[in-house]
């Protein structure tokens, strides 16, 4: 069971906005700004597209953007593209193990 | 541009030993830390360990306290992951990535399999 929890899988139609939710405690999401949300396509290598929260990459498409509100950290894509369907996972920092914590990731389908 | 390269993975049987290299170019891991992090086959990614850059500690995730080893060669610019006592649960793709802004992963490497079956 991972420490931060994410939905299973989210979809959208192209053009489309969709948010990804990552729940946390108060040790980890609620306590820091060390967010970060990481796009892997099947068979690829996780890729950051979000860090600190909010922040994008250089050169990273501004279609991602990222957001937090006490324990529960967001992706929002907008504009959907049939390139953005992939896996998403989010981290955090957690003051408990002094890491990094990763949630169980969600399948992102474009329909 | 940065790039990492894992390999040294393969088919080991249970309680053998495997050790991982992850070799970097286009930047000194001495200025980084750098993390490894495996995928069991269709799981999501879990942190194994880490190595703080300009000489700071290695911390690791519960699984792997007592069994892995990460170090690096600053002279070679290459991470390893000395893997002992593998049981079938560590088999995973094990990526390395490089840490960017306060524990961001921001250049990873495409992987190495480790397999753990007799």
């Known amino acids: 069971q991972s420490a931060l929890t994410q939905p299973a899988s989210v979809s959208g139609s192209p053009g489309q906005s969709i948010t990804i939710s990552c729940t946390g405690s108060?040790?980890?999401?609620?306590?820091?700004?060390?967010v970060c949300w990481y796009q892997q396509h099947p068979g690829k290598a996780p890729r950051l597209v979000i860090y600190?929260?909010?922040n994008r990459p250089s050169g990273f498409s501004d279609r991602f953007s990222g957001s937090k509100s006490g324990n529960t950290a967001s992706l929002t894509i907008s504009g959907l593209q049939a390139e953005d369907e992939a896996d998403y996972y989010c981290?955090?920092?957690?003051?408990?193990?002094?890491?990094?914590?990763f949630g169980g990731g969600t399948k992102l389908t474009v329909l | 541009e940065m790039q990492l390269l894992e390999s040294g993975g393969g088919l080991v049987q249970p309680g053998g030993s495997l050790r991982l290299s992850c070799a970097a170019s286009?930047?000194?891991?001495?200025?980084?830390?750098m993390s490894w992090v495996r995928q069991a086959p269709g799981k999501g990614l879990e942190w194994v360990a880490v190595?703080?850059?300009?000489?700071?500690?290695?911390f690791y995730a519960s699984p792997a306290k007592g069994r892995f080893t990460v170090s690096r060669d600053n002279s070679k610019n290459t991470l390893y992951l000395q893997m002992n006592g593998l049981r079938a649960e560590d088999t995973a793709v094990y990526y390395c990535?490089?840490?960017?802004?306060?524990?961001?992963?921001?250049?990873w490497g495409k992987g190495t399999t480790v397999t753990v079956s007799s």
């Open positions: 990535a490089k840490e960017g802004n306060y524990y961001s992963m921001d250049v």
């Open positions: 286009g930047f000194t891991i001495r200025n980084y830390a």
């Open positions: 190595s703080g850059g300009s000489g700071g500690n290695t």
């Open positions: 108060s040790s980890d999401i609620g306590a820091f700004n060390y």
């Open positions: 600190d929260v909010k």
């Open positions: 981290s955090s920092y957690s003051r408990i193990t002094t890491r990094v914590v």
